[in-house]
């Protein structure tokens, strides 16, 4: 027997028999139900935490303490505790420039770098980048203490003697980013040289090619960069806990831990204050999320 259905259409008056393709068979349509349904389970196992952390910032203390899922009458005062009792305003200011510090000076040498790699041409320059990306391998814990001792001043000498409870002291460390260059890297090798080639005719340099041509080109992969950035930076907790002794330049995180460890038992409190800190970086995926996938899809990371 044939694997397809066959039907009669009308053709200039005349009845042919037209092949059908058949729906898909009872197998495939169990796959995908169990597809969908462990991709659904995943992504509830992956709200639900998120959704208690909400759900508990509107509780009062009680309802925290009996462990209820949804407050019945939502406490937005807690926010209001939390942001007074902690000096969340100081913290979230520090960690706005910190941010903006980091991010700056990780986009200029990511830039500047990945396109030093991909489009000119230098003596030891794939063997350089080899080693460049054989870093990453390094765990982070392994470099930070040897960071920590050239903050402190023991290595080099830094301008004021030490940069520890100094902004330079938490940025520095984090301008450069070996994936940033690496995934800048895989886009601009994509770039066609005869536009290269047009360029120079017009009497273009290396600098000039880059801010009028290559970047303008490259605005997806450069937001990807700029999100893991920003991400990092924001998020960062234990290399601002080490090298600050004092609130000065204290970020956000650290100030969360800190009101954490003194608000005690008061989750309610402490939920508040997860709410607010992590309430930038989901206004910032939504807004740039179209940027950030194709940023992945078109810088040689797609599988």
């Known amino acids: 027997m044939a694997d397809t259905a066959q039907s009669m259409e009308t053709i200039r008056g005349k ?10 068979p009872l197998s495939r349509t169990v796959a ?18 998120f959704f208690w952390m909400l759900s508990a910032s509107l509780m009062t203390y009680g309802e925290t303490a009996t462990r209820k899922w949804l407050p019945s009458v939502p406490q937005f005062a807690n926010y209001v505790e939390a942001w007074t009792e902690a000096n969340f305003s100081k913290y979230f200011m520090n960690s706005v420039i910190i941010t903006a510090t980091t991010v700056a000076g990780q986009l200029t040498t990511s830039i500047l770098a990945a396109y030093a790699f991909a489009r000119i041409r ?7 980048f080899g080693i460049l990306l054989s870093t990453m391998m390094i765990p982070a814990m392994v470099t930070m203490i040897p960071n920590f001792i050239v903050i402190r001043g023991d290595i ?3 301008p004021g003697g030490t940069w520890l409870n100094t902004l330079q002291g938490i940025t520095v460390p984090y301008m450069a980013s070996v994936f940033s260059i690496f995934l800048l890297r895989q886009f601009f090798a994509q770039i066609p040289w005869e536009l290269w080639d047009a360029a120079r005719i017009d009497g273009a340099n290396h600098l ?11 605005k997806a992969p ?3 960069v700029f999100i893991f950035a920003f991400i990092g930076a924001w998020n960062d907790f234990l290399w601002p806990l080490l090298v600050t002794t004092k609130d000065t330049w204290r970020p956000l995180m650290v100030g969360l831990w800190t009101f954490a460890t003194e608000a005690g038992p008061e989750t309610q409190l ?6 607010i800190a992590i309430i930038p970086i989901v206004i910032l995926y939504f ?11 078109t810088s040689g990371l797609k599988g």
Do not use: D, W
């Open 15 to 24: 009845s042919i028999p037209v092949a059908r393709t058949p729906g898909p």
């Open 32 to 49: 995908y139900a169990i597809m969908y349904a462990i991709l659904i389970l995943g992504a509830i196992v992956a709200m639900l935490p």
């Open 122 to 128: 230098f003596k030891g320059r794939e063997l350089i």
């Open 156 to 158: 080099i000498p830094l």
């Open 208 to 218: 000039r090619f880059l801010i009028q041509i290559v970047l303008p080109m490259s």
């Open 222 to 224: 450069i937001f990807t």
């Open 270 to 275: 402490m939920m508040a204050g997860a709410v």
């Open 287 to 297: 807004l740039t999320q179209k940027q950030y996938t194709e940023g992945i899809a």
